[in-house]
């Protein structure tokens, strides 16, 4: 058994002591402002709906020691991951020593970018007068690579889930690598999607490195590295001052996920959050070693989980960079569920991870509880489609994540309908493009009255969503939390968990959580019924004009009103 | 020529801007805006500057409002009642699920503006093609009008799914809720907006019904003001998208007008980039509170199709002027890190800057530029006397929060990171449309724009920076200047051929119906993509005369210069756009005449940035300069002051505006 201590040291300790704060301020502000301009750059040529409206991608820019300059607000998901890629990829062309101006590297191991291999990576170094400052790269996710299924819940290895690219040069020295290229195509099932999202992808990585080169020449290099050094202590200091206010102690809790979507067996796990002055110690050692199916959390992955929940606390707003993460040092033993190795299949890690960031807020919450909500849906609740189009064969796909119920908190009731938190920047798809687009009809996009937790604060309604297919089709459901009900707090009182349910024209429902290849022949309705957030208090004190109130707008029923607050009646 | 008013209420200020025909003369005014009532303030800047004889050879008053706004702003508005298909009735609170601030766990939407008991369903269903999946159920209206007159709503929305395909269904829902007895205003979708997203169609549908309560008495009764003063010309409200509206459009499609005040300046620069031959300008507009920047190329307006007005998405054309809260009122802080940081949060009109000497002790931008001596001590505008003492006072505590070495450092500090907070928001405007900001010119206007224009041009690496006349209001010459715009759209996803753009002809034709007015100019855009992808750009067509290829040639330069490669895709579009203009007058002046006055010329002390050093410059008047003037000097006007550092050179150029020139690269 190992226990790995992931921790971030001071790069070049002491080198910021006598950078100028203006410049320090001025360069922070134009590191965030090019970070914004490398994810413009995507959104508005990608190809894939996942990447433009879903914004499942990544962005950032790292110095020339792989320390996290500053990351564009895209998925809090993807928050840090960047820095284990860009080390894997650079390592796996031969170092920095290899890389000349004008090369792009596309990595996509899962053990890397801590995601499935859909999850591709482009790397561009950036150099000023030769010498080497920084990367720009771009993580995001492609629409298919191979694998077994275009989106997988039932892997039994890594090998299944998509082609891997260990670091390889596509552009080489500006020149396009065609072998690569052609890999590429013939490994993937939607091969003009792709190339429209490699496009899209160089295209940003390059304007990010530009624009980072223009700041680099603007301020200088030696200007440069001493203000960044400067920059990572502010960042420290900010989240150091915060945690600084957190009472010391130990700060435990423990939860289940639902299934490892191949075996069906329940896996507890629990986390261990240790505050000791302003540092913050999260061990995720109490879970089972790697499981048979895909959930298991490569580390990148886990380390954005807890860099994710501490953030939301202690950020203060900020854009992250290195510095932020540097009082977080996390825990985790090799093998296990948390710390996968090849070749554990992880097609499904944000299941995991997704799980780990509610669960080290409902840890903290005994610290700070007036910071932390009751759970949400606490699932992204991804579903991906596929098929061929009736009249032409031409094959399609879409997939996207869809919105839960917020947990109610000690000062307010949960917000409805909104993205699960690791995916909070995320837009979901306007019916009316959705049906433009794909062989379906919407017949119901609403707010599930009653959901709502109950509780002094009700927690936020689910979503009620129902897709009638209009053409054969498959159906990937990526569905967790649908045993576990979200939890209240305080007294509050459970929400619904997630649920899908396919209703088949011959009249036949069956019930899926985590599932591949669901066929769906034309005429079937699938419903989608996303969870909602727990309660906070007890039912007991709300505040009865707020129960009328949800009477009068029909968030909750008479008999619900009767059932939790017959106080207010 | 014609004589045109022009009155702009802004949030502290109502400007007017008069053109005389007979003299050729551009007068400005300010008064002090009423929010309450504010037609009180227009008028009084009425009866203030223009005399009864003017106002009634006036052919029109072009007005930028923020009733629309403030009424969205203060939640104050009809009560407004929709009907969607069924199923569908939530979409106005889902919206599109994410958040303002995506690192926010608790952040909560605002308060949808119709509440749910009001959002009523009709069983009825369009399919995206237009075909009717099921028929209207007609009772279903009926009831809501019952709804609708128990809860005693004003104002009624109808959003039905894919109505942008088919109307049909939304036009019988009006005719039956009319039946029914709703005697009230009632807003379709696809009159409002014709196009595809229902959330974002609901919202504009839904502002319309809200705004439209507040914003038609309004109009009426300030044009009717005005004709009892005599006026017997046409009253138009300025866009979001640029030109103005008729009065009656305008009360019929308020929506088209919520965010009209930043565009004046932008509508300013790009008229004056025209006729100086500027091919591509920056404008730069610092204000009290923000500064607000556009991308002017070869003279046109840059346009948006979407906007967002206090987290509401609307459906129309929209000037991309993006704001940064860094104008001479943004106060300049230590974080909890010991940086410095300056804005977004301003000082505001009251108390305004610590100089001002009104009570306000939070260190400003306008503190530390007055410290530095980039405006000049003593009485400004107002009569406000300006207290260098208490600007160095209200600096001095940020040195030991940052460890700055002293107040000088501090102002110094604080104008750098303001300049760069705008020249960040200018690479925004400039690289997401494949501009290089080196090639331009830089348009310095507002009241502080000129102190900045030597700041931005280094910060940019730019060579020219443009003055106007009269800077502090230039703003508002823009309104005098407004066409006469209406416009419509009608998404229509289909792949760009021969019969797509017979396709396009006959949806153009049937929006210009709506946009008629005799002597109007019509224009045709194209909403296009490369089939597959999701974002658009907007491409002019000449209708009978382009070809395909011709359309998808056009697409091609513009995609090369916005993302630097091509893609062989074929093309598709996705939104027909038809705009009517009718130009009001050629002859109208660019610029005011430059004004005189503007305090004592003399010698100052003041801060070069290019130096790192204090050293003492002439102030010159602006009626004074003649040739070439070496930076660093100051000029002086009553409206505002151009800061011309060392390295920078100065002169009058004939259009009235000053030049400034950088000699040398720092």
Known sequence: MTIVRTRYSEAHPGLGDGADPVTTEIIRQGLNAAADQMKQSLIRTAFSPIIYEALDFAVAFYDADMCMLAQAPTLPAFMGTLGFCVHEAVEGVGGPAALSPGDVILYNDPYGTGSHPQDAAMVVPIF????????????????????????????????????????????????????????????????????????????????????????????????????????????????????DQLPDGVYRASSVIDSDGVNGTPIPFGVEVVVDGSSVTVDLTDCPDQVGGPVNCPLPSTVAAVRIAVSFLAGAGEQPNEGHFRPLELVTRLGSLFHPVRPAPCFMYGIPSDHAIELILRALAEAVPESVPAASGGDINALVWWGNREATGEPWADGAPHPVGQGASRSADGASALMYISESATRFTPAEVWEARNPWRIERLALAEDSGGPGRHRGGLGLDLSFRVLEDQYLTSGLARTALAPWGMEGGLPGRPNRLTVEYPDGRVEDFSLKTRIFLPKGAVVHLRTGSGGGYGSPGERDPEAVRADLREGYITHEHARRHYPHAL | MTTV?????????????????????????????????????????????????????????????????????ERRGASVGLITTAGFRDVLEIRRGDRDDPYDLSWTPPPPLVPRRLRLEVAERVAADGSVVREL????????????????????????????????????????????????????????????????????????????????????????????????????????????????????????????????????????????GLGTAVAADVGGTSFDTALIEDGRLPLLYQGEVVGLPLQSPWVDVRSVGAGGGSIAYADAGGLLRVGPRSSGADPGPACYGRGGTEPTVTDAALHLGMIPRGRISGGIELSAADAARALAPLAGLTGIDGVDAVAVGVIRIAAAHMAQAVRGVTVERGVDPRGSAVVAFGGAGPVFGCLLADELDVDTVVVPPNAGNFSAVGLVQADIVRSAARTMVRPLDDAALTAVGDVARSLFERLARPGAVREVDLDLRHRGQEHTLTIPVRLGEDDPAAVSARFAEAYHRAFGHTLPDPLEIVTVRATSRVVLDDERPLVPAPPSGGGGAGTTRLWSFRRGAWTEAPVVRREDL???????????????????????????????????TRKDRP
């Not at chain 2, 805006?33 to 037609?39: F, G, H, K, L």
């Not at chain 2, 070439?628 to 006007?637: D, F, K, N, Q, S």
């Open chain 1, 128 to 243: 000023h007068d030769d010498v080497l400052v920084g990367y720009s790269a771009i993580k995001a996710h492609w629409l298919d690579i191979g694998g077994k299924d275009p989106y997988c819940t039932d892997t039994v290895d890594v090998h299944q889930e998509g082609t891997i690219f260990p670091g390889v040069k596509l552009y080489d020295a500006g020149r396009l690598v065609s072998d690569v290229y052609r890999m590429i195509l013939a490994n993937s099932r939607m091969p003009e999607m792709v190339i429209g999202d490699i496009n899209a992808m160089v295209a940003g990585a390059r304007t990010g490195a530009e624009a980072l080169a223009a700041l680099v020449r603007r301020h200088g290099l030696d200007t440069f590295r001493r203000c960044v050094a400067r920059m990572y202590a502010h960042g420290e200091a900010l989240v150091r001052g915060w945690f």
């Open chain 2, 5 to 73: 008013i022009g009155v702009d209420v802004g949030g502290t200020f109502t400007d007017l801007v008069l053109h005389d025909a007979a003299t050729g003369e551009i007068r400005v005014a300010k008064q002090p805006t009423t929010p309450s009532a504010p037609e009180r303030g227009v008028l009084a800047a009425v009866d203030a500057a223009v005399p009864r004889d003017l106002l009634a050879r006036c052919r029109h008053f072009v007005h930028g409002t923020t009733v629309g706004l403030n009424a969205l702003l």
């Open chain 2, 137 to 276: 159920d007609p009772d279903g209206v009926r009831r809501a009008a019952e709804t609708f007159a128990a809860e005693g709503v004003d104002a009624v929305a109808i959003v039905l799914m894919n109505s942008y395909a088919n109307p049909a269904h939304e036009t019988r829902v009006a005719e039956l809720l009319a039946e029914a007895g709703f005697a009230g205003p009632v807003s379709l979708s696809h009159e409002v907006s014709g196009e595809y997203r229902e959330y974002e169609r609901t919202c504009t549908t839904v502002v319309d019904a809200f705004v439209r309560h507040r914003m038609g008495p309004y109009l009426h009764n300030l044009d009717h003001e005005l004709r009892e003063r005599g006026f017997v010309g046409e009253l138009l409200v300025t866009r979001s998208g640029g030109g103005a509206l008729a009065l009656a459009e305008a009360a019929a499609r308020p929506f088209e007008t919520i965010l009209s005040g930043p565009v004046a300046g932008a509508a300013a620069t790009a008229r004056l980039a025209a006729s100086l």
């Open chain 2, 626 to 660: 003649t040739g070439v003037a070496e930076g660093p000097l100051l000029v002086l006007e009553p409206t505002a002051t151009a800061y011309v550092d060392a390295g920078f050179a100065v002169e009058a150029h004939e259009s009235g505006c000053l030049l400034i």
